[in-house]
C-alpha cells in the first residue's frame, strides 16, 4: 500500500489557498483615514458597514435627481503595474466616474471602488486608495465604501484591476444637455493633462514599438521618465465646472452653459455629437489650442493619421462646454476665476452632411473639423 501522505490530515487554511484575511483587515485599517479626509454632507464616512449610507436630504437639493456613472482606467493600469507606481492611478479612476456625472450637470455625491487583485499587497492597495481619496477630494465627494477582492487564479499576484461607481445628483429643472442648443453657439474647451485614460492600448504599443524602457527618459516631456508621463492623471473638471455653472444662472433655461461634453473614448469626433441636438452639428477649428507633445510623438511613432488620432485621444483639449453666444465672455471669466484655461475652439452648425458613429446618438452629426493639428 502506498504510504500516507504526512499531510493528509493538516487542517487547510483560506491562507493556503491563497487569500490572507488578516491583510484585507489591515487594509481597512490603513485605508479608514483616507476615508475619513473625504466626509462631505450628507456622508460622515465611517467603513466597516455593509453598504454605505448616503443623507441625500443634508446636500440642500430641492427636487433631485440622482446620476449614476461607473468606469475603469483600462490598460493604463499596466503601466502603474509594471512599474510600481500606484499613487496616481486612483485619480484617474475617480475623474472617469465624476466627469462623466458633471457633464449632466450633476454635483458629485459618494464614490465607491472595486479592487481585484491576485495577491494582496496592503502597500500598493493603499496607495491606489489613497490616489482614490485624493480624487474624491478634489471632486467634493465622499469615498462612503468599496470592495476589495483578493481572487488568486484569476489574477497574477501583482495584477490589479479597478472599477469605480459615483453617484450625483442635479436638480430636475437643470439636467444637461439642454433641448435649447442652437446654431451660433459656442464651444469652449478646457484642457486636459496629456493621454487621461483612454487609448492606453495603443500608446503601449507604441511604446513597445519605440523600444522604449518604462524608466527611459521620456521623448515628449523634459526631464520625466516614459512611466511618469504617462501617469500623469486624469484631470477632474467638476469644481471649476460647477462654480461656472452656478455662477452664470445655473443649468436650467436661464443658464449660459448648455451642455458639457467629456472627451473620452471615441476622442473628439465621437464624443462632441453625443450632446448635439439630432439637428445640429458642431465646427471645431484645430488651430485655436495647443495639442501637447505627447500626441505628436504617437503621431510621428505610429505614423497616425489626424482623422485616427481625434477619434481616439483627447489631443489635449479633455472637456467641452457649449454656451450661449451672447454669455461666452462670462463663462469665460468664470472658469479662469475657477483656475481654468478656457478656448474658443468652435461653435455650432447647421448638420454637416456626415453621419457620426456617437456612441448611443443615432442619427449625430460628425463634427467638422477646420485648420490643422499642430503636433510637434
Given at each position: 500500500?502506498?504510504?500516507?501522505?504526512?499531510?493528509?490530515?493538516?487542517?487547510?487554511?483560506?491562507?493556503?489557498?491563497?487569500?490572507?484575511?488578516?491583510?484585507?483587515?489591515?487594509?481597512?485599517?490603513?485605508?479608514?483615514?483616507?476615508?475619513?479626509?473625504?466626509?462631505?454632507?450628507?456622508?460622515?464616512?465611517?467603513?466597516?458597514?455593509?453598504?454605505?449610507?448616503?443623507?441625500?436630504?443634508?446636500?440642500?437639493?430641492?427636487?433631485?435627481?440622482?446620476?449614476?456613472?461607473?468606469?475603469?482606467?483600462?490598460?493604463?493600469?499596466?503601466?502603474?503595474?509594471?512599474?510600481?507606481?500606484?499613487?496616481?492611478?486612483?485619480?484617474?479612476?475617480?475623474?472617469?466616474?465624476?466627469?462623466?456625472?458633471?457633464?449632466?450637470?450633476?454635483?458629485?455625491?459618494?464614490?465607491?471602488?472595486?479592487?481585484?487583485?491576485?495577491?494582496?499587497?496592503?502597500?500598493?492597495?493603499?496607495?491606489?486608495?489613497?490616489?482614490?481619496?485624493?480624487?474624491?477630494?478634489?471632486?467634493?465627494?465622499?469615498?462612503?465604501?468599496?470592495?476589495?477582492?483578493?481572487?488568486?487564479?484569476?489574477?497574477?499576484?501583482?495584477?490589479?484591476?479597478?472599477?469605480?461607481?459615483?453617484?450625483?445628483?442635479?436638480?430636475?429643472?437643470?439636467?444637461?444637455?439642454?433641448?435649447?442648443?442652437?446654431?451660433?453657439?459656442?464651444?469652449?474647451?478646457?484642457?486636459?493633462?496629456?493621454?487621461?485614460?483612454?487609448?492606453?492600448?495603443?500608446?503601449?504599443?507604441?511604446?513597445?514599438?519605440?523600444?522604449?524602457?518604462?524608466?527611459?527618459?521620456?521623448?515628449?516631456?523634459?526631464?520625466?521618465?516614459?512611466?511618469?508621463?504617462?501617469?500623469?492623471?486624469?484631470?477632474?473638471?467638476?469644481?471649476?465646472?460647477?462654480?461656472?455653472?452656478?455662477?452664470?444662472?445655473?443649468?436650467?433655461?436661464?443658464?449660459?452653459?448648455?451642455?458639457?461634453?467629456?472627451?473620452?473614448?471615441?476622442?473628439?469626433?465621437?464624443?462632441?455629437?453625443?450632446?448635439?441636438?439630432?439637428?445640429?452639428?458642431?465646427?471645431?477649428?484645430?488651430?485655436?489650442?495647443?495639442?501637447?507633445?505627447?500626441?505628436?510623438?504617437?503621431?510621428?511613432?505610429?505614423?497616425?493619421?489626424?482623422?485616427?488620432?481625434?477619434?481616439?485621444?483627447?489631443?489635449?483639449?479633455?472637456?467641452?462646454?457649449?454656451?450661449?453666444?451672447?454669455?461666452?465672455?462670462?463663462?469665460?471669466?468664470?472658469?479662469?476665476?475657477?483656475?481654468?484655461?478656457?478656448?474658443?475652439?468652435?461653435?455650432?452648425?447647421?448638420?454637416?452632411?456626415?453621419?457620426?458613429?456617437?456612441?448611443?446618438?443615432?442619427?449625430?452629426?460628425?463634427?467638422?473639423?477646420?485648420?490643422?493639428?499642430s503636433l510637434s
Open positions: 500500500m502506498p504510504a500516507a501522505d504526512e499531510n493528509s490530515n493538516k487542517s487547510i487554511t483560506y491562507a493556503d489557498a491563497g487569500v490572507d484575511i488578516d491583510a484585507g483587515n489591515a487594509l481597512v485599517a490603513a485605508i479608514k483615514p483616507l476615508a475619513r479626509s473625504t466626509s462631505r454632507p450628507g456622508a460622515d464616512v465611517d467603513l466597516g458597514g455593509f453598504g454605505g449610507l448616503f443623507d441625500l436630504k443634508r446636500t440642500g437639493f430641492r427636487d433631485p435627481i440622482l446620476v449614476a456613472a461607473n468606469d475603469g482606467v483600462g490598460t493604463k493600469l499596466k503601466i502603474a503595474i509594471e512599474t510600481g507606481r500606484h499613487s496616481t492611478i486612483g485619480i484617474d479612476l475617480v475623474a472617469m466616474c465624476v466627469n462623466d456625472l458633471v457633464v449632466q450637470g450633476a454635483e458629485p455625491l459618494f464614490f465607491l471602488d472595486y479592487f481585484a487583485v491576485g495577491k494582496l499587497d496592503v502597500a500598493a492597495a493603499r496607495d491606489v486608495i489613497a490616489g482614490i481619496a485624493d480624487g474624491c477630494r478634489d471632486a467634493g465627494c465622499a469615498l462612503i465604501g468599496g470592495e476589495t477582492a483578493e481572487m488568486p487564479g484569476l489574477y497574477k499576484s501583482g495584477d490589479y484591476d479597478l472599477a469605480g461607481f459615483s453617484v450625483g445628483a442635479v436638480e430636475r429643472d437643470e439636467i444637461l444637455p439642454r433641448a435649447d442648443i442652437a446654431v451660433g453657439d459656442i464651444l469652449i474647451g478646457l484642457k486636459s493633462s496629456g493621454v487621461h485614460s483612454n487609448g492606453y492600448s495603443l500608446v503601449r504599443k507604441l511604446v513597445e514599438h519605440a523600444r522604449l524602457d518604462w524608466n527611459a527618459p521620456a521623448p515628449f516631456a523634459a526631464n520625466t521618465s516614459v512611466a511618469e508621463a504617462l501617469l500623469t492623471p486624469t484631470r477632474i473638471y467638476v469644481k471649476p465646472l460647477l462654480a461656472a455653472i452656478r455662477a452664470t444662472g445655473g443649468s436650467g433655461m436661464n443658464g449660459a452653459i448648455k451642455a458639457l461634453s467629456h472627451i473620452t473614448g471615441g476622442g473628439l469626433s465621437e464624443n462632441v455629437p453625443r450632446v448635439m441636438p439630432k439637428d445640429m452639428g458642431a465646427r471645431i477649428d484645430l488651430s485655436s489650442f495647443d495639442v501637447p507633445p505627447v500626441f505628436g510623438w504617437l503621431a510621428k511613432t505610429g505614423n497616425i493619421e489626424p482623422t485616427e488620432l481625434l477619434r481616439t485621444f483627447n489631443c489635449g483639449i479633455g472637456m467641452i462646454a457649449v454656451v450661449s453666444k451672447a454669455k461666452v465672455d462670462d463663462v469665460i471669466t468664470k472658469l479662469k476665476a475657477a483656475g481654468e484655461e478656457p478656448l474658443i475652439i468652435g461653435d455650432v452648425i447647421p448638420p454637416t452632411g456626415e453621419k457620426s458613429e456617437a456612441k448611443g446618438k443615432g442619427e449625430a452629426w460628425a463634427v467638422k473639423y477646420e485648420g490643422k493639428l
